[in-house]
């Protein structure tokens, strides 16, 4: 979800040009500022990681010595270059103890600390996806009374040096607290505790949007040249806003960050930008749907957008339904000049809502009419971007629409900070919210993304197994476990099978099992084909939790869908293995579908498929000699294979014929 990022004033923005956009004033502790300090992560209601040697540590002035005590054991150190650190003896789940840590001349003291087994939760929108708009969300906020479970929120910020810290603070788990946490992570440790593993930890760090490159480290992408084009994609990014600082200046440049404000002026509507008859001598062309920062604008402020459209006379005096698409964040919409539309954040989750606005009859004319859309931007990416909401004009009474895709006329009417969407940048994430954590003591990791770099899916192969690496080097502790979602169905529905960015990434994922201490949650059968964000995160946290109740506390369950192993061609068919099949396939609500099938033409048709024993049996009657299978192998696949447990197949495939995003980089 988009916050409203703290004010940058025209120095920083300038800074920013030269790659220092971000406020790295977290990195600048020195012992100077105090004679004891420890960072965000020690605080009341912390959780500490049972059966490890957990590290705590701070900052004292150079040769202080220090003291940590809990549960009777004591520790002690001497600060060195400012920094000091000790590892406790390692405990059993329990508590709550007091931490303490002294040194002559201070004593911090943390309460109502607990031991147990403490969880990270990261990713991009799916996982930072809060309570509080998932299903059901008004009943489970009032149930979350778990004191044995902690929550501990990253406060979002980016840099382009690792910091040492963090903002936040660890809180107890209930309904006052737990509506704008991490839904995934709240289910998944809500189930840990059911199924008696307890206390909790859980440490939500995530930014909706964003790719695996923004969460690993800038020596794990530099050490792959497979990952070059995003680094040089980065110094693109800063040579962009270089030219747009030249372009515009600061004539455009405002300290406001108030979008009710910003909103409020109407300056530019009393220049009539949005008039029929404007003068578009200054504004420029971009091809829309699009995310501005794609079309070159590296910015985060206020857009206009103008399009001319040409109204039949049939249509003339009536009512008309505008549609324009997703908007980024905010907007105001006009039509001939009048407002007709209007989107701000007291919608909930504005940057994700299609706009679709009806323009009343009284401003339809016949012949040239004009479409304008004030745009605000405040994070991220911005402006009128694709979905499956199309962008078109019509009365809505099966006349066909006017197409408003294509070029519209854009004047930018103010910049709020050039720089924008650092979040996205390689490492800005894993240096600004990862790092700073590190060496805090965990048991491991849930992560939930994916969509970001969808479009890179063969990339993703390599970068999302770098990225966990990376985690896994920088925490120092082992192979510590690490369980993904693979992406939920999503889109429209396609009647013949085909070719898909999202499958292919879904693939990626599935073959990051090949990790050690992995393991993958499948939901290819709760997504939403209109919303990228389903609201049945419940179903998510249960089977992340299944994992890990599998994994890593001995619990006799199945925890994986049934997973695709090998295949034998038998006389015009295909008969398929499986993996996790021992409790028997199943073909829920009616026969076997998501089933297709291909010759060496490569071309896939829909097959017949069915359940013989632990396999499965596919032909069909347009495939006399058949070589290979997919199974739902599409944006939002038509599929039903699941296992006697109730968890659904892996979407997967036989062959290995190169995607459609094999030389996306």
Known sequence: MKTTKSFLCLASIFLCLVGCLESNSLNDITPSESA???????????????????????????????????????????????????????????????????????TIELKDVLVG?????????????????????????????????????????????????????????????????????????????????????????????????????????????????????????KRIQAQLLEKYGAKLMTDERNTDVIMADTTALKKGWAKVDADLSEWETMELPILWENAGLSLDGVVWFRREITIPQ??????????????????????????????????????????????????VRAGKNVIAVRVLDNQGGGGIYPSNTPMQIGPGDGANPIDLSGPWNYRIERIMALGSGQQNSPARLYNAMLAPL??????????????????????????????????????????????????????????????????????????TLSLPHTGMAVIIDVGNPNDIHPRDKQTVGKRLALIAQAKDYGRNVEYSGPVYSSMAVEDGRIRLNFEHADSGLVAKDGPLTGFAIAGAD?????????????????????????????????????????????????????????GITVNNK
């Open 117 to 237: 087994e403490v969880w990270v939760c990261s990713g991009q929108s799916n996982m930072e996806w809060p309570v509080e708009t998932s299903n059901n969300a008004q009943a489970e906020i009032a149930a979350a009374k778990y004191p044995n479970m902690r929550l501990f929120t990253v406060e979002k910020a980016t840099s382009s040096e690792p910091l040492q810290d963090v903002t936040g603070h660890w809180v107890l788990c209930t309904p006052e607290t737990v509506g704008d946490f991490s839904a995934v992570g709240y289910f998944f440790g809500r189930d840990l505790l059911k199924s008696g593993i307890k206390p909790v930890g859980l440490i939500d760090t995530t930014w909706g949007g964003t790719p695996a490159e923004a969460w690993t480290s800038t020596e794990a992408l530099k050490s792959n040249q497979e990952f070059a084009p995003i680094l040089a994609r980065d110094a693109d990014s």
């Open 314 to 363: 049939a249509w003339a005096g009536r009512d008309l339904t505008l549609k324009l698409s997703t908007i980024d964040d905010i907007d105001l919409t006009y039509f001939n000049g009048t407002q007709i539309g209007r989107t701000f954040f007291d919608t909930p989750t504005p940057w994700m809502a299609p706009r679709i606005y009806t323009v009343p009859g009284n401003l």
């Open 438 to 511: 590190v060496p805090y003591g965990i048991k491991g990791a849930i992560w939930y993304q994916g969509e970001s770099n969808a479009d890179r899916a063969y990339q993703y192969r390599k970068l999302f197994a770098a990225m966990i690496r990376d985690w896994r080097r920088a925490w120092n502790i082992g192979d510590f476990p690490f369980y993904f979602v693979q992406l939920a169905n999503y889109m429209q529905r396609k009647a013949e099978p085909e070719n898909s960015a999202w499958a292919e990434l879904r693939e990626a994922q599935q073959m």
């Open 602 to 658: 490569r071309k896939f048709h829909w097959a017949d498929a069915s359940i013989e024993g632990k396999t499965i049996v596919v032909k069909s009657d347009k495939v006399a000699v058949p070589v290979a299978v997919r199974y739902a192998w599409a944006d939002n696949p038509a599929c039903n294979l699941y296992n006697g447990a109730g968890l659904p197949a892996s979407p997967f495939r036989t062959d290995n014929w190169p």
């Open 36 to 106: 004891l300090k420890l960072p965000a992560l020690f605080s009341d209601h912390m959780v500490l990681q049972q059966k490890l040697n957990c590290p705590v540590w701070g900052w004292a002035g150079d040769g202080t010595p220090v003291t940590v005590e809990i549960n009777g054991q004591k520790v002690k150190t001497t600060a060195r270059d400012g920094r000091w650190q000790v590892r406790l003896p390692a405990l059993e789940a329990g508590g709550p103890y007091t931490l303490t840590v002294r040194t002559p001349g201070r």
